[in-house]
């Protein structure tokens, strides 16, 4: 057999043993069985199958027409939803292969930065604050858009439009991505507990006020306080199996600490800096904030959510292990589900008394995100799948992700009929994105903001160093980020 015949057999075999492994929405998981004798089996049927093709001249065609389009994602309520079913659905009707890798939270920016001016990726999860990182290798959706007759400023609000599908700054007048789950944080809490005549006895004769859902963050430290309980105690007259815990968020440093801790920042009316580039990080506020969070998570989070990823404190929540949980919406499916699943309430983050900016109710930026297509040969394939998700399959999306982002995915019947807890769960969720804080759209906010405040809260509760100097050490790297920039002299 000549040379051409023995390559295209070795690279034929190759392929098919990788993709004899399971495969599961359009990812393969590779298995050791790949090595076995299948593989003699598989290689023996392709001989027979090939030949007459080889020798009639039509070896490799099939191969390089075939479209792959690569997704880089993020955690979250969607993934099973793509895995399970859009992504199937998809291959089947167009033959496009997808496939689809979830990232570590905390390193989806440093793949994009590191893969995409290589082509990586032909989709990726995009997060506001990260997008300074490889915004050079994003393609602009407005042609695309145009392609599908579909205006962005007919369909989504303003402020998702200005905080998750443009930036101004990095790339004027595009459009750089589809919002997908844009939302704020706020508190799910167990509702049947809060009601139950006997924790009201006994919080009211312990602290001389009614039980209720907290207002402040001073009344969330009491009321966590109040719930954290060990095994053999009792809740709502239950007996504990396992330890109860009154609050948490997943608070891994330094990405989770700073989703969490943000909250608290920004409910002091605190901004980072302003227009003029003039931080607020070295008010003595600031040291009050990192003192108060320190007290909540040694007194009230379990030990684990220390080193739980973005979500994991949910699932916690939902198996009856907290009293009160951060929610960030897109997990709302998950808060509904197992012992919480119809005991829940909902409410925004307590405001912090005496703010900068006599705010009503908490503030957190507003987070969530998109998906953008970045600038590779498949560009126009990959926008195509993300307007059929996105847009045509709008409503389906929301009802099995619970994720929102256009305006008809609010204001469906379809999707309002389809939970219980929407008519609770909307109002709240629409509420505090009301009080919502965009990221600025400065190609270094992560690195000034997002990534070391979170390291400044993560060093005060670990003892790293005193408050004090971690703030200063805080405050530093933004003004010499400012300086090299040229955004301040």
């Not at 190609?443 to 005193?466: H, K, L, R």
Request: proline letters at 6%; aromatic letters at 14%; one cysteine or more.
């Amino acid at each position: 057999m000549d040379k051409f015949f023995i390559d295209n057999l070795r690279t034929r075999v190759t392929f098919a043993a990788q993709t004899t492994g399971n495969r599961k929405g359009g990812v393969l998981y590779m298995t050791h069985k790949h090595c076995s004798m299948r593989a003699v089996a598989i290689t023996l049927a392709l001989f027979l199958i090939i030949v007459p093709g080889v020798f009639a001249g039509g070896g490799q065609e099939a191969a390089e027409d075939q479209v792959t389009i690569r997704i880089g994602e993020h955690p979250g309520a969607h993934v099973g939803p793509m895995e399970d079913y859009f992504i199937p659905m998809y291959e089947e009707m167009t033959g496009i292969n997808i496939e689809m890798e979830v990232l570590p939270p905390d390193q989806v920016w440093q793949r994009f930065q590191l893969d995409a001016p290589d082509g990586g990726w032909d989709i990726g999860y995009h997060s506001p604050g990260w997008f300074g990182y490889f915004y050079e290798y994003v393609a602009d959706l407005t042609p695309h858009m145009d392609r599908h007759d579909f205006d962005p400023y007919e369909h989504y609000p303003e402020p998702v439009i200005n905080s998750h599908m443009t930036n101004e700054l990095l790339r004027p007048g595009e459009i750089i991505a589809f919002a997908r789950n844009p939302m704020s944080p706020i508190m799910a809490y167990r509702q049947d507990w809060f009601e139950h005549p006997d924790e009201r006895s006994a919080f009211q004769e312990e602290y001389g006020r009614e039980l209720t859902v907290p207002e402040t963050w001073d009344e969330l430290y009491e009321v966590a306080v109040f719930f954290t309980r060990s095994a053999g105690d009792t809740v709502a007259g239950e007996t504990l199996e396992q330890d109860l815990y009154g609050y948490s968020a997943s608070v891994s440093e330094p990405g989770g600490m700073a989703r969490a801790f943000l909250a608290v920042v920004y409910s002091m009316g605190l901004d980072g800096f302003d227009d003029d580039f003039q931080t607020d990080l070295d008010e003595p506020l600031l040291l009050e904030g990192v003192e108060f969070w320190t007290r909540l998570i040694r007194d009230t989070f379990p030990e684990d959510a220390l080193t739980w990823n973005f979500l994991e404190h949910v699932d916690f929540f939902a198996e009856g292990r907290l009293a009160m949980s951060e929610l960030w919406p897109e997990a709302v499916l998950t808060a509904e589900s197992r012992s919480a699943a119809g005991n829940v309430g909902y409410s925004t983050l307590p405001v912090w008394p005496g703010n900068r900016k006599d705010l009503p109710i908490g503030r957190s930026f507003l987070g969530g995100g998109g998906v953008l297509v970045f600038d590779t040969p498949n560009q126009e394939h990959a926008y195509d799948f993300l307007h059929w998700l996105l847009v045509e399959n709008a409503v389906e999306f929301t009802l099995r992700t619970a994720m929102f982002a256009l305006e008809e995915q609010f204001s469906s019947d379809e999707v309002l009929g389809s939970q219980d807890f929407y008519d609770d769960f909307l109002p709240v969720f629409l509420a505090q994105m009301e009080y919502a804080f965009p990221r600025q759209p400065i190609a270094e906010w992560g690195e000034v903001m997002y990534t070391p405040v979170g390291q400044f809260a993560s060093d005060v509760y670990y003892g790293v160093e005193s408050p004090e100097a971690a703030q200063q050490r805080l405050v530093d790297n933004m003004l010499s980020v400012f300086r090299r920039e040229g955004y301040i002299d």
